[in-house]
C-alpha cells in the first residue's frame, strides 16, 4: 500500500532534525562537489552565467525521495541548468534510480558546461536535449515509470500547461509531481496561474492536491492516487 501524504504527514517529517540534517548534509556536499567542479571547469566550455542553482526550496526534492522509498519508479527533471537538483536527487535516492533530465540547453555553452557536469557528476542520467513539448516522444521512449516528477523548465504558462499534460500521464501511484516556482510572483508570474488553472479545470483528478507546504511555498505538490 502506497503511503497518502498529506501537510500533517509532511511537518512530522520536516521536523525530524536527523532527516533534516542528513538532507541538508546532502544538499551542503553535493553543492561543495559542483563548486569544486566548477573552479576546475575550462574556460572554454563555461557559461557566463554562474549560478549553479537558484533557490534552496528544492531541498524539498529530497524529503520526496524519502517518501518514495517504496515507490518504483524514475525520476526526471524539466529543466536541468546545470544538474544541480537532479544529482541532488539521484543521491537522496542512491544513485539506484533511472534519472531523466530534460533541457533544450539553448544558452550559449550551456551544453558544454552541464556536460562537463554530467560526466563527472551523475553519468547515470540520461539527458534529453530539446524543447519538453518536442522531446516528450523521446522521453516516452525510454517506457518512463514515474516516482517523481520535477517541472521546472519553460516558465511561461503555456509550458506549464504542456509539460503537466505530456509528462503527468507516466507518473505511478504513489508518486509525486513538483510544479517549481509556483510563488514566485515576481520572476515567474505566469507559473501559479497556470497551475491554478490546471486544477479548477480538473486537471488534477487522480492526484492528491497537496499545494505549497510550509516551508517550500516556492513549490505546489501533487500525489498520484
Not at 575550462?42 to 524529503?63: C, I, N, Q, T
Not at 517541472?151 to 504513489?174: M, W
Not at 514566485?184 to 492528491?208: C, I, K, Q, T, W
Given at each position: 500500500?502506497?503511503?497518502?501524504?498529506?501537510h500533517?504527514?509532511?511537518?512530522?517529517?520536516?521536523?525530524?532534525?536527523?532527516?533534516?540534517?542528513?538532507?541538508?548534509?546532502?544538499?551542503?556536499v553535493?553543492?561543495?562537489?559542483?563548486?569544486?567542479?566548477?573552479?576546475?571547469?575550462p574556460?572554454?566550455?563555461?557559461?557566463?552565467?554562474?549560478e549553479?542553482?537558484f533557490?534552496?526550496h528544492?531541498?524539498?526534492?529530497?524529503?520526496?525521495?524519502?517518501l518514495?522509498?517504496?515507490?518504483?519508479?524514475?525520476?526526471?527533471?524539466?529543466?536541468?541548468?546545470?544538474?544541480?537538483?537532479?544529482?541532488?536527487?539521484?543521491?537522496?535516492?542512491?544513485r539506484?534510480r533511472r534519472?531523466?533530465?530534460?533541457?533544450?540547453?539553448?544558452?550559449?555553452?550551456?551544453?558544454d558546461?552541464?556536460?562537463?557536469?554530467?560526466?563527472?557528476?551523475f553519468?547515470?542520467?540520461t539527458?534529453?536535449?530539446?524543447?519538453?513539448?518536442?522531446?516528450?516522444?523521446?522521453?516516452?521512449?525510454?517506457?518512463?515509470?514515474?516516482?517523481?516528477?520535477?517541472?521546472?523548465?519553460?516558465?511561461?504558462?503555456?509550458?506549464v500547461?504542456?509539460?503537466?499534460?505530456?509528462?503527468?500521464?507516466?507518473?505511478?501511484?504513489?508518486?509525486?509531481?513538483?510544479?517549481?516556482?509556483y510563488?514566485?510572483?515576481?520572476?515567474?508570474?505566469?507559473?501559479?496561474?497556470?497551475?491554478?488553472?490546471?486544477?479548477?479545470?480538473g486537471?488534477?483528478?487522480?492526484?492528491?492536491?497537496?499545494?505549497?507546504?510550509?516551508?517550500?511555498?516556492?513549490?505546489?505538490?501533487?500525489?498520484?492516487?
Amino acid at each position: 500500500m502506497i503511503p497518502a501524504v498529506d501537510h500533517t504527514a509532511l511537518r512530522n517529517l520536516f521536523g525530524e532534525a536527523r532527516v533534516k540534517k542528513g538532507i541538508d548534509d546532502i544538499w551542503d556536499v553535493v553543492g561543495a562537489i559542483f563548486e569544486k567542479e566548477q573552479k576546475e571547469l575550462p574556460s572554454s566550455l563555461a557559461m557566463a552565467r554562474k549560478e549553479l542553482s537558484f533557490h534552496d526550496h528544492v531541498k524539498l526534492l529530497g524529503y520526496l525521495c524519502l517518501l518514495i522509498g517504496e515507490v518504483p519508479g524514475d525520476l526526471v527533471e524539466i529543466g536541468v541548468w546545470k544538474g544541480k537538483s537532479l544529482c541532488f536527487m539521484s543521491q537522496m535516492c542512491g544513485r539506484k534510480r533511472r534519472l531523466f533530465g530534460i533541457d533544450p540547453m539553448e544558452l550559449e555553452r550551456q551544453a558544454d558546461e552541464l556536460g562537463f557536469y554530467h560526466g563527472k557528476l551523475f553519468a547515470e542520467a540520461t539527458l534529453i536535449r530539446g524543447y519538453s513539448e518536442l522531446a516528450a516522444e523521446r522521453f516516452l521512449a525510454n517506457s518512463p515509470k514515474v516516482a517523481l516528477l520535477h517541472i521546472d523548465g519553460g516558465h511561461a504558462g503555456r509550458n506549464v500547461l504542456l509539460d503537466f499534460l505530456l509528462y503527468s500521464t507516466c507518473v505511478v501511484s504513489g508518486g509525486f509531481v513538483v510544479f517549481d516556482d509556483y510563488g514566485d510572483h515576481l520572476y515567474s508570474p505566469e507559473v501559479g496561474p497556470a497551475v491554478d488553472l490546471l486544477r479548477a479545470g480538473g486537471y488534477f483528478n487522480g492526484f492528491r492536491v497537496i499545494g505549497p507546504v510550509a516551508g517550500f511555498e516556492n513549490s505546489y505538490l501533487l500525489q498520484r492516487l
